[in-house]
Structure formats: C-alpha cells, structure tokens
C-alpha cells in the first residue's frame, strides 16, 4: 500500500514538474531572448522568481503606453497639420469662390442693378457659410489638438515617458494585471490535470475499479496538496475579486475531478470536497471580515488569515472528518500526515501564543499595537515556515534552473557571500500607519535599510495606489530620494492626500530605484602539466584540500554574479606554448521582490598572466587598464544607454602566454583571484492591500 | 646529607633502566612541516600586516637542505606572490633520536584593501617543502646455489622476498626479490684421495685421483619494488634546488637506484626509475664480469640506496577582515 501510495505521489510529482519544468523552459526562453517585453519577465527560471518577474516588469503596459503616446504624437501632429491645412484650404477655397463670383458678377456686369444685387447678396451668404463651416471644423479639430497637447493627464504621460526616472515609475506602476492572466492559465493547467486524471481512470478502470479508487484517491489527495501549494506561490493566499476567481476555479475543478472518478455517491464527492474547497473560498474571508470589526485592526486581521490560510484544511478534513477507509490512505501513510499535521499546528500555536504574550507584556503599548507587534513576531516567523517549504522549491527550482543554465550554456554557479550582518539594500514591512476611513488622506510606511560597501548611491522612492477598477492614484513618498553612503536605516512613507478614497479595498504599491553594484570572486589554482602527469588532478586536490570545481562567491544583494564551474581544478599548464582556457560570466536577478532594470556596465579583473585578447569575448570587453592595487588588467564593458539588458553572459577565452607562466604556475597550490563586478539600476517593488473602512453614519442619537 | 641524597637519587634514576636500539630508518616520513601557530593567523584585517612562519620537523633517517617556498593570492596580499627561505636539518640519529625539529620564520606579508563590496574574504597560503632525499635500505639475503632443487637442506627455502614497512623517508622500498640465475657451468677439477684396502678391511695404499667437476655460474639480481607513501612528490634533477621553483627541471618521479652486495657493485634497470601511480619497479643484477659460481648457498648483505628530491605542501586559510564594516 505504502509503495503504491509513494508511486502514485512519484507520478503526480513528476507530472507537476515535468508541466513546471516546461512552464518555466518557455518563460526563461523568453527572458533570455534580448528586447521581449510584455510577457517577457514572466518567464523567469523558478516559479516565484517567475511571479516577482511579472510583478515588476509591466512591459507589456509600458509597450502600451510607448504605443499610445506615440499615436498621440502622430495624431497631434496629425491633426496640426490637417488642422492648419483646412484652414488654408478654407481660405484658398473661400477665395476661389470669391472670385468665381466677381467673374460671374462681371459677366453679368449688363444685367440690371437688381441683378447685380442679388448676385451679390448669394456671394456674401454664400462665403460666409462656407467659411464659417471650414472655421468651425478648423476649430474643432483645433481644440482636439489642444486636449491632446495640453491635457495634464497626457501631458503627464508624455513628461513621463520622456523622462526616465519617471519611465521607471510608469514601468513599476503599470504593472501586468496579477489575477486574471494568472488564474486563466491555473484553471487551464488544473482542468488539463483533471481531463488527463479521468481519461487515466476510465482506462484503467475498465479492469480494476476499486484499484483505481485507491490510486485515485491518493492522486487526488496529492492535486489537493499541489493545489494549495498553487494557492500559496500563486495567488499568495490573497483575497480579492481576482484571486478568489482563480481559488474557485481551481477548487471546482478539484471537487469535479473527485465527483468523476472516485466510486462514491454523488453527495458524497461533492459533499466532501466542496467542503474542502468552501473553506478557503467563502468560510474564511468571512470569518476575516467579520474579525476586522473588532479592535485587532484590518491589518492584523489581513495578516492573520495567511496564517489561517497555511493550515491544510483538506488535511484536517481527510484526518479528522472523513472516515478514512483503509484502501484509501494506508496506516502509516496516514501517521506520516498526522505527523506533519500536528506538527504546523503546533508551530502556528507556540509561535501565535508566544508572540501574543511578548507583544501584551510590553510595557506603555495599547491593545492594537500589541497586536500589530504580535503580528510582525507572526509574520517573522511565517516567513520561517515559508522559508522551509520555498527552500524545497527552492532546490527543486535551482536543479530546474541548474540544467536550464546547462542546456542554454551558462553553467555557471556561485554561492552568496556570508556575512556576520546581512548586506544590501532592504525595503521591507509596508503597511498602513492605522485603520482609514472614507475620503481621508491615507500615510502608509515601509522600513528601510541599506547595509552596503558602496559609497554614496541614490535611491527614489514612490508609492502607487491602485482601486479595484484599476485606476492608479500616485502618492507622495517621504523622503522621495535619497544619497546612501553605505549604512542608512530610516521609515519611508507613502502619503495620499485629497484622493478622496471611497470605502473598499486598495493596492498599495512602494516603488525604489536605485544603482548598485554586486562583486564577484572565483579562485584558480594553475600547475605546470607535467606535474599533473604524475600527479593525478584527485590526488592534487586532495593533498591540497582543494575542490575540482572553481569555488565563486559574490557579494550579497539583488544580483547573482556566478561564473562557470565547468573548468576543472587545477587548471594544467603549458610551460613551452600558449595555454588556453574559458571563463564564463552569468548575471541575473536574485531577488523575489526586485528587478534588475538595466545593467550598466561589466567589469572583471584578470591577473597579467591571463590576458583576454580582442574580440575573444562574447561581449566586446576592452582593456582599460591596471588596477594600481592589485596589479589586475582591468577588462571593462559600458553597455549603451538605449541597451537595455537585464540579465548578462559572458563567455570569454583567456590565454596565458608562455613567457608568464611562472607568474601562475605554482609549485604548490598558489590561488589566483579572477574578479568580477557589474554595476546596474534595480528596483523593488513592495505591495500590500489596504482597507477603507466605510463612515458608518453615527447620528446623534 | 642534602648532596648524598640527590646523588642516590641520581644514581637509583640510572639504574634499573634498559639501553634500548634506536632503528633511525623506520618510518615514512621526511621532513613534516606545518605553519606555525598563529603564524599566519585565523584572522586579519585589511590594510595590515602578519607574519609567516613553519615549523619544520625531519622524521627522516637523513640530513637534508632544502628550500621553502611560501605562495598566496596575489589578488588580496600584496607582492608577487611567493617567495622562498633555505633550511638545513639533521635527520635521525645520535643527539636527536626523533629528528631534529626548528622554526623558520617566513616573513610579513601585507594585506591589500578588500576590493570590491565584499565583508571578508578567505584566502590560501600555501607553504611547499623542496629537498633532496635519501631512501636506505641494508638486509641480509640469501644467495641460493641450489638452483635445481637438489639440496636436501636447502638454506634459502622459504626466503623467497622480503618485505618492508618503511625507511624513514617518504620514499620508501616495500619489498625486495631475490633470485639467482644461473649462467652455465665452470669446467674444473679436483684431486680426490681415494683409499685401497685389502679384504681384511686394512689400507693397503692411497690412490689420488683427478675427477673433473662442474660448477654453475651465478648471477643473484633482485627485484626491488618502490612506492612513494608520502604526501608529497618525487622528482629528479640535475640542477639542484633551483628545479625546486623552476618546474621546468623537474623529472617528475624520478627516482635514483644504487646497490652493492658488501663490496660488489650492482646494475640497476631502469635506473633512473620513474614512479607512476606511486609505485615502480626496478631490478639490480651483478655485471657479467662480476658473475661468481658457489657450490653452497650463502648469506649475504645487500645495500640500496634511492637518491631523489621531494616536494610537500602544506596550506592555510586566513579570513581577510574588511576593517571598515
């Protein structure tokens, strides 16, 4: 039972991955093509990597933007052009006209004087109709000119695009919609799951019904797992209009799924699995806002029901509700689940308790912060409990992406530098100041820290708020920019004033830009060949405590700096000719809430014995100098402004010249640093929900 | 009485104690050497200097005078990136039962400013041991006349080949084979006293008599296995301790052979001997004009001597501390 249990689990695994691995295949493909847009940074190489690429990127509304501005561009010139076209056509025709009628009136100049007059009164009416007419069509068009040229809504779209700073914000802040792109493609994927289950199933049970029952019955178990994992990268347990479409659809296929195959009555199946998808859709958000009218606060009430959210509701159910039969889940199958079961719970509680406790037992603090401090504890220690189960996706992800590197060229690797404190630039724990009621201002804050080796570098703030509609109202960030030299720890904050917000539910979005530079180390070990002639390399690495692959490390932040690892330690060298060998460089992003907006320019630095000739690089580096430190050739690439690169390999061959070899051959293990740096705009973006409250009327009685 | 107790127990210190034989050729190591404590540190800081230094112990049953060479990372310590220091050392032997033990001291090295955005860095030192060698070995061996099996009583059964732990050296010989071909017959003769007795068993007179016998000619050759058991490596020279950092001197595993039977000089081949895989093979034979012919086996002593130079590295990791964190 066990062993069946574990391959149908096999099976369902690998069906997920094998569609994840697609998935992502195709998203990276895309992200590695230069100059995709849209779509693009959907593909990044893992599933929440993938999800914070999307959330950034916004291309595809930058694309739209880029097209409506320019249309506006062609149709105001446009309409200039036509505009003062009609009006010299006017002019011209009027005249025409004028003259036609003097040259009738001369050829009547024999007609009588009551002739003449006539003539003369249809000549006025006439021109004054028709240049009236051409006036007023000049005038229209004229004022639609105006409303294109000197309308402050696209009067700021064109500042913006214009200017790039803002052209990042209007990147930022015209994000790809989350929920319906997304959720179309879940119920497409969950729906292609449940068709493929029962086609499997009415094949199978043509032979053996109740063994189907058994086996569907795990498979399902293991889609429900699946599905509340989706629930949890995907639509991060939000609950909004867009995100509980998605949920429903996704829980509808589920229960449908289990009504088609397994052998129960139709009461049952339905009964059983709507209920398992009831609470999550409709139970909880209820449950939440019937919480966010006592004194705990929105927010908290917000933050707690990702932690209700965690609990396997559908575990709860197959433990403790359903009467399990023995063909279904198997005795230690079922311990196994208990286990785990028990085991979140009592996290969840000890952790809940323990934060309640040190948040009420401070001293000076009122019931409401309490409560928020004990949510922050809760968070924290959410973000723990997320972090083990990311930190198996993560490894699963990073294999994905290890092999995608691999497949695509880029095999390099690089662990991040560890650090007594943690280095980099941090935005983190937006959130609103308090509770905000209707057609009030609204100040929300984040946390901010910068723990970095680089002097002086300016970060901009900014802060968006979207409504249900999708309308974006740009707030105020307090500071909006600021010049960081190497440490700052400070409160940004995002104000909206005189928005007068209606009561509902909004997207806050913090926006910062800033430039940033990762570093990048990888040590070599070169010996003369014949010494590896006698020596065999494992022996030489053994007796030098030396791993055969290039150990490289970059510095911690945004930005993963790794470099191949697919030369072999130590490195043999001729003594009597040119040697020859390959490094490859590999920049992409490293971080779920951020984006790298552009690299700016590639740096590494090489020994004088390893030169990197000319056009030996698949980028063009040039030698730009010594670093009068180290002694370092330094080997430079400054991308073009209108190159806009996000992620970067480099692939380059080095030599090492037969003169100077001594200057790395060792006679024992001598390590040579090769150095890399790449210097880049980030951004990060933070997003939190917010609830107005609606003004109940209080009165005076 | 103060002093005739001290000299009592001086004298009950003496005795009771047994002189015991110190074998200074055993063991498998030469000169072992390990950087000294705190010398480089666990941990420095940038833009500061440290010392180096070794601690240098030979093991071995020779004297030896070597180079060590100190190579680092140019990239975080400054200067080119090695550098060397001699030493001289004396092997086991009387005055130092376990070998002579010292410390040589390195040098300062300066560390650069952490470049780039990096907190620490960890960087290797590595310190490489660069000596000629030697490698003894002295055992009796049986050279075995009897090479058709007619004895009776043979002396040599059961001594087929010897086998070895070590030398004291890192090189060591791990067994020897000995054989004896045999290379024809020596016509020759001999007087032999033949008595002549009467039937009443009384001599009556004594004959002497020619009888012509055959000796066989000799030659005893010994296969001798070798195998490098240390860390390091082996290579040969001839320009002395400049291959030490001249890699292009270097005959990596070459290994010098030289044996005698007391004053009989012995051919080795191959001699040089290369070691592959750490282990090689070569085989010492008496020269034809040297061949000697036995009517009895006999024992006898054989001396071997492997001449080489050998490479050891030992290294260290120091943490590169950016001071302004």
């Known amino acids: 039972m066990v062993f069946q249990f574990l391959a149908v689990a096999a099976r369902g695994v690998g069906t997920f991955f094998a569609r994840t691995g697609r998935a992502v295949a195709s998203g990276t493909r895309r992200v590695f093509s230069k100059g995709k847009s849209a779509s693009s940074a959907e593909g990044a190489s893992t599933a929440k990597a993938s999800e914070s690429a999307t959330n950034m990127s916004g291309f595809s509304e930058q694309e739209k933007l880029n ?33 036609a009628l003097n040259k009738k009136m001369e050829e009547k100049s024999q007609s009588s004087e009551k002739e003449k007059g006539y003539l003369r009164q249809k000549l006025q009416q006439n ?24 309308s402050e809504f696209y009067k700021d779209k064109a500042d913006n695009f214009l200017d790039p700073e803002k052209r990042a914000n209007m990147q930022m802040g015209s994000k790809v919609k ?13 729906i292609g799951a449940g068709f493929a289950g029962v086609g499997w199933l009415f094949r199978k049970s043509e032979y053996d ?59 049952d199946s339905l009964k059983e699995f709507t209920f398992i998808s009831l609470i999550p859709l409709v139970l909880l958000p209820m449950l939440f806002d019937y919480m966010s009218n006592f004194a705990i606060g929105q927010e908290f009430a917000t933050q707690l029901q990702m932690w209700v959210f965690l609990i396997p509701f559908w575990l709860v159910y197959l433990m403790f509700i359903k009467k399990i039969s023995a063909g279904f889940l198997g005795g230690v199958a079922k311990f196994y689940l208990s286990a785990i079961f028990v085991f979140i719970l009592f996290i969840l509680i000890t952790n809940f308790a323990t934060s309640l406790g040190q948040a009420t037992s401070a001293e000076g603090v009122d019931s409401e912060e309490a409560l928020v401090d004990a949510k922050d504890f809760l968070v924290d220690t959410f973000d723990s409990i997320v972090g083990t189960f990311t930190g198996i996706a993560g490894r699963v992800t990073g294999e994905v992406d290890r092999r995608l590197n691999e497949t695509l060229g880029y095999g390099y690797q690089a662990d991040v530098e560890r650090t007594m404190d943690r280095s980099g630039v941090f935005l983190e724990n937006f959130r609103p100041v308090g509770t905000f009621y209707e057609n009030q201002s609204v100040r929300m804050y984040a946390d901010f820290e910068v723990r970095s080796f680089m002097e002086e570098f300016s970060i901009s703030f900014y802060c968006i708020l979207r409504d249900r509609s999708g309308r974006e109202i740009v707030g105020t960030a307090v500071p909006s920019s600021i010049v960081v030299n190497e440490f700052d720890n400070r409160r940004i904050f995002c104000d909206f004033e005189d928005v007068n917000l209606s009561a509902g539910s909004y997207t806050a979005r913090l926006l910062s830009s800033f430039n940033y530079k990762t570093s990048g180390y990888s040590t070599y070990y070169f010996v003369p060949r014949s010494t590896l002639e006698e020596d065999t390399r494992t022996t030489w690495n053994q007796r030098h405590n030396i791993r055969e692959r290039p150990v490289n490390i970059h510095t911690q932040g945004p930005v993963f700096l790794g470099m191949n690892e697919s030369v072999r330690l130590p490195i043999p060298i001729f003594e009597n000719r040119t040697t020859y060998f390959a490094i490859d460089y590999g920049v992409r992003n490293n971080q779920q809430r951020g984006e790298i907006q552009r690299i700016t320019e590639f740096t590494t630095k090489l020994p004088q014995a390893l030169v990197i000739e000319q056009n030996q690089c698949t980028i063009p580096l040039f030698n730009t100098g010594t670093d009068v430190n180290t002694g370092y050739e330094i080997y430079t690439y400054t991308m073009d402004p209108d190159e806009n690169r996000r992620i970067l390999a480099v692939s380059c061959n080095i030599q090492i010249p037969k003169e100077r070899v001594d200057e790395v051959a060792s006679s024992g293990a001598r390590p040579v640093t090769i150095y890399a740096e790449v210097a880049y705009d980030y951004a990060i973006e933070l997003t939190t929900s917010i609830n107005i409250q609606r003004l109940t009327g209080g009165g005076l009685g | 009485m103060r002093y005739l107790l001290v000299i009592l127990l001086l004298l009950s210190a003496c005795g009771g104690g047994e002189l ?35 601690n240098i112990h030979n093991r071995g049953a020779f004297d030896t005078e070597g180079k060590i060479i100190f190579e680092y990372d140019t990239f975080v310590l400054e200067g080119s990136g090695s550098f060397e220091r001699e030493f001289a050392i004396r092997g086991k032997q009387p005055g130092f039962p376990r070998g002579e033990q010292d410390y040589l001291q390195g040098g300062f090295l300066e560390v650069r400013e952490v470049e780039g955005l990096r907190e620490s860095t960890d960087t290797r030192i590595t310190a490489s041991i660069c000596y000629p060698y030697r490698t003894q070995l002295t055992d009796f061996f049986c050279v075995d006349s009897d090479v058709f099996g007619g004895d009776t009583n043979p002396l040599c059964r059961g001594r087929q080949f010897h086998t070895y732990s070590g030398q004291g050296a890192p090189v060591i010989i791990d067994r020897v084979t000995p054989d004896v071909v045999p290379r024809g017959t020596l016509e020759d003769s001999t007087e032999t006293v033949i008595p002549v007795l009467d039937e009443t068993g009384n001599l009556v007179e004594v004959r002497r008599e020619e009888v012509s016998t055959r000796q066989i000619i000799l030659q005893p050759h010994f296969e001798i296995s070798i195998r490098n058991v240390g860390r390091g490596l082996v290579f040969g020279t001839n320009q002395g301790l400049s291959a030490c950092t001249d890699t292009s001197q270097r005959r990596m595993g070459e290994v010098h052979v030289m044996a005698n039977m007391l004053d009989l000089n012995l051919t080795c081949s191959p001699n040089p001997v290369t070691i592959r895989g750490g282990e090689a093979t070569t085989r010492c034979f008496v020269e034809p004009d040297d061949w000697f012919y036995t009517s009895t086996s006999y024992m006898d002593v054989l001396t071997v001597y492997l001449d080489y130079y050998y490479l050891d590295q030992t290294s260290t990791e120091v943490k590169v501390n950016r001071l302004r964190r």
């Open chain 1, 178 to 190: 989350r929920g319906f792109g997304r959720a179309s493609n879940a119920v497409k994927g969950v």
């Open chain 1, 67 to 99: 097209t409506n501005i320019e249309n506006i561009k062609v149709t105001t010139a446009d309409a200039i052009k036509r505009g003062m076209g009609l009006e010299g056509s006017a002019q011209a025709q009027n005249q025409e006209y004028i003259d």
């Open chain 1, 209 to 267: 019904r109740d063994e189907v029952d058994d086996g569907m019955g795990q498979l399902l178990l293991f889609i429900a797992i699946f599905v509340h994992l989706f629930d949890f990268f995907w639509f991060e347990f939000q609950v909004n209009a867009e995100t509980i479409v998605g949920r429903f659809a996704m829980y509808l296929a589920l229960s449908l799924l289990a009504y088609l195959t397994l052998k129960m009555s139709i009461g």
């Open chain 2, 20 to 54: 015991t034989r110190v074998n200074y050729f055993e063991g498998r190591e030469a000169v072992h050497l390990t950087f000294g404590q705190n010398t480089p540190p666990r941990n420095v800081y940038d833009d500061s200097q440290f010392m180096l230094g070794v």
């Open chain 1, 127 to 150: 021109t004054d109709h028709y240049y009236n007419k051409l006036n007023n069509k000049y005038e229209n068009l004229k004022s639609k000119v105006d409303q294109y040229t000197d």
